[in-house]
DNA sequence: GACCTGCTGCGGGCTG
């Protein structure tokens, strides 16, 4: 399909097919065939071919490819990322032709540090291909490249064609809008339809036991870093299944947290060291030091010994690790697209089938259970998960923020490109042009204006009106962390004897002669080197996981629904062991009992009613936070709102919001702090801060239409 | 209530 498209036309695509089916092939030999064809001394200079990746080990896995694919073609191949030395990047851009393969921070480095070379550089290129376009799309850092694809075709005076490659994407249309921004419809999509690949699935049920302590209620950190023995205990029996089940193959286990991937990783190993028997399960996660994940990468590949890795995302996007047994899941995933990659590692070779194993855990019930414990809903999430993987749906992007941040980051970067712009020139090439389009000349200038305040020196006019880069923004510049649109958090390096094993972020309080698991061993700290940042540690016996700390997804309003719907049937699902079964039965009785067939507000106890909103993330906390606002207390939950109040007194305030005007994103934002979440909001103002969470966290509109549904049930 | 991703230029020391 891929052929006649790319061969014959201009058009921009999306290559969709599963993981390791030949996406890069379909996109390359056509691109190829059409550069070599090419007679000599076509318009322009510059690269042929631009590869985009958001990962350097894909980077490097496609450059061997591509390398053997162009070998007798005289088409060179550069990789370029922060790894590649600069003697091979000098090489590309004195040759400045065949294949770039680059990340979008070092093709931003490109534009901030040799702006002026960038038409020398693109002023020819065939075709940009976008690798793991699902992992760029509303993410800051998908904004960023989308200005940056932009900017490329501003510079170079041309439309350059775009490809798009992905395993998983769910809203085709709102991919091409990405792709394309001016005109979806010309993108023309290429769906795989080969996805008739056999399942093997089950979901096993756990009970964590009622806790013997009578206040077991956590108050300090030290005291929420408490092991608790029926918490252990499940922990250990899904250890041992695992144990059991996957022992002797190669496994993907994604433990949900990088703290989960130390617990089980220790169980593991320690229980090989029980039974006298070679190790081969190993952690992998973001923390652990880069010799210690390629040891599992290599392992896992190679496939000469069994190996399990025990891991987080890491492992989830296309870097090349070979074909794994089974992909198990500890804990209920936040996400239908990456329970999809993930399952996408197992079962690529013909007639073997993915296997998929979930473990989710419960607690046993008592007499003052939480109605949110007896609607299990961990486990009604993870069915309501597997359900819409098996149809195929997957998450849209979310579309409607505004990413000021990252706006702050592309004024920065086009004046330092073009050494000075005029502010309607930066508004017509980020806004009009650019993925900035939701931010209106007003919002523009109020940013602008923020940036050249005196206090905040991001920028300066010159007389002519020029503006040019501030005192604090030529600093900010300079600094070679300022290529990426993403936060780092600050983090310590864990030594032993002189080996680095990883970082731990600041949050864990820490101190000689404690115990702490990590890369799947147990260590005792014997120094703290503030000024160094490093954490110095030797073996030992004992020890407790660290907090790594995080912040928690955004649930889906379909995946939310589909957990009402389940709740609300009676139909088994074939794939749920004996306990798990029990537990979504017990649910299920628990939905009837509590009242929800029939009415989406209940009370459940004195002073408290449930409200069943059945919405995701976005839209539920929303409504939390404008029920706050009037003064009421209110608890969390997918898709469920615990309200400190009578059923009268709330549905008196509901009556009011449904037939009233939708509040203020605003209004409802200033009833409590917002946190700065992204690398340049320190540099916003208070409200123009405001102004851009309440656009990705808030959706104050959909508040009337959801205060109607809850009082109609 | 979670996870992940990226980075230039320069100087010192060493090898051939």
């Not at 030091?289 to 390629?294: G, I, K, L, Q």
């Not at 007389?463 to 040019?468: E, K, N, Q």
């Not at 039965?585 to 009613?609: P, T, Y």
Request: hydrophobic share 40%.
């Amino acid at each position: 399909m891929a052929i006649p498209l790319l061969l014959q036309s201009d058009q921009d695509a999306i290559i969709a097919a599963a993981t390791a089916s030949g996406k890069t092939e379909a996109a390359f030999l056509p691109l190829i065939s059409s550069v070599i064809s090419k007679e000599s001394g076509s318009d322009g200079t510059g690269f042929d071919l631009v590869y985009i990746s958001p990962l350097k080990a894909l980077i490097n896995d496609q450059f061997r490819r591509l390398e053997d694919l162009c070998e007798r073609l005289e088409l060179p191949v550069y990789p370029w990322h922060g790894d590649v030395s600069a003697s091979v990047k000098a090489r590309a851009r004195k040759q400045r032709r065949g294949i770039l393969l680059i990340t979008p921070e070092s093709l931003e480095a490109m534009f901030v540090l040799r702006g002026l070379e960038i038409p020398a550089l693109f002023g020819r290129v065939e075709a940009v291909v976008v690798d793991e376009l699902h992992a760029m799309l509303d993410t800051e850092r998908g904004i960023h490249l989308r200005s940056l694809l932009n900017r490329l075709e501003i510079a170079t005076r041309r439309r350059i064609r775009r490809v798009g490659l992905s395993a998983t994407l769910g809203d085709m249309d709102l991919a091409r809008a990405y792709l394309r921004p001016g005109s979806p419809d010309t993108v023309e999509v290429l769906r795989s339809k080969s996805e008739g690949q056999a399942l093997k699935l089950q979901l096993r049920g756990y009970m964590i036991g009622a806790s013997k302590r009578e206040d077991d209620r956590a108050s300090s950190d030290q005291e929420e870093n408490q092991v608790k023995p029926e918490e252990v205990a499940v922990e250990r029996a899904i250890a041992e299944h695992i144990f059991e089940n996957l022992r002797g193959t190669q496994n993907l286990v994604f433990a949900g947290s990088r703290r989960n991937v130390e617990i089980y990783s220790d169980l593991l190993s320690s229980m090989s060291e029980e039974l006298h028997l070679p190790n081969e399960f190993y952690p992998h996660h973001a923390n652990l030091s880069r010799d210690h994940r390629t040891f599992v990468e290599r392992r896992l590949k190679e496939a000469k010994e069994p190996t399990t890795a025990i891991c987080t995302s890491t492992l989830e996007l296309g870097i090349d690790i070979g074909d794994v047994e089974a992909v198990a899941q500890i804990g209920a995933p936040f996400s239908v697209s990456s329970l999809r990659q993930r399952l996408g590692r197992s079962g690529r070779r013909a007639g073997k089938p993915a296997v998929l194993r979930m473990y989710v855990t419960e607690k046993e019930l008592q007499a003052d259970s939480h109605p949110s414990d007896m609607l299990r809903l961990g486990l009604v999430r993870s069915i309501a998960m597997v359900d819409l993987l098996l149809e195929q749906w997957c998450e849209p992007p979310r579309p409607d923020a505004l990413h000021l941040s990252t706006l702050v980051h592309q004024i920065l970067s086009v004046i330092a490109e073009r050494g000075g712009a005029k502010a309607a020139v930066l508004f017509k090439i980020l806004c009009e042009l650019g993925p900035f389009h939701l931010v209106d000349a007003d919002l523009f200038s109020r940013v602008l204006r923020r940036m050249g305040d005196p206090a905040v020196a991001l920028i300066e006019q010159s007389p002519d009106g020029i503006l040019l880069l501030g005192r604090i923004g030529e600093r900010v510049v300079e600094h070679y962390g300022f290529y990426a649109v993403f936060q780092t958090a600050e983090e310590y390096r864990i030594v032993s004897n002189g080996k680095t094993l990883g970082t731990l972020p600041v949050l864990t309080v820490l101190a000689p002669d404690m115990t702490i698991i990590f890369s799947g061993r147990r260590w005792r700290i014997l120094a703290i080197h503030d000024a160094e940042k490093v954490i110095e540690v030797s073996r030992d016996a004992t020890g407790r996981p660290p907090k790594f700390g995080g912040d928690g997804g955004n649930i889906d309003d379909t995946v939310v629904r589909r957990m009402r719907t389940i709740l609300a049937g009676n139909d088994p699902r074939k794939y749920l062991d004996e306990k798990a079964a029990g537990l979504l039965q017990e649910a299920r009785a628990s939905f009837v009992r509590l009242g929800l067939e029939a009415s989406n507000i209940v009370q459940i106890g004195d002073g408290h009613c449930l409200l069943a909103t059945w919405a995701g993330t976005v839209k539920n906390s929303t409504m939390a936070l404008t029920l706050r606002s009037e003064g009421l207390m209110v608890g969390n939950y997918d898709g469920l709102l615990d309200v400190g109040a009578d059923i009268g007194r709330v549905s008196d305030i509901l009556d009011q919001m449904a037939v009233s005007d939708a509040p203020s994103g605003e209004e409802i934002a200033t009833e409590i702090a917002l946190p700065a979440t992204e690398k340049f909001h320190p540099y916003l103002s208070p409200d123009l801060l405001v102004v851009d969470l309440v656009a990705s966290q808030i959706e104050s509109e959909a508040i009337p239409v959801m205060a109607a549904q809850l009082l109609e049930g």
